[in-house]
């Protein structure tokens, strides 16, 4: 989804788009998600304050010398944190 060009940009202006995504996310369907045309609309960087939301993690599930893992679980965290 190009997320490296948000990653290596100089600059990137802000904007709430929150009513946007919001509708956005409500008339998905599995069907829509399937289409290609879509999938640049999936493009954003956010910055949230999980409260048991489903998101993907990355941490280490087992022994703390384990490699880190992805899984998407329950998130929770008193500070905000930034997604892609």
């Known amino acids: 989804m ?17 009513d946007w995504v919001r509708a956005f996310l409500n008339d998905l369907t599995p069907k829509t998600l399937l289409d290609e045309k879509i999938w640049p609309k999936l493009r954003s960087m956010m910055k949230l304050i999980p409260q048991g939301d489903i998101l993907p993690a990355r941490a280490c599930f087992a022994a703390p010398s384990d490699s880190p893992n992805i899984a998407v679980t329950p998130v929770f965290s008193a500070k905000a944190i930034w997604y892609t």
């Open 2 to 18: 190009a997320n490296q060009s948000l990653l290596l940009a100089k600059s990137i202006e802000r904007h709430d788009n929150t």
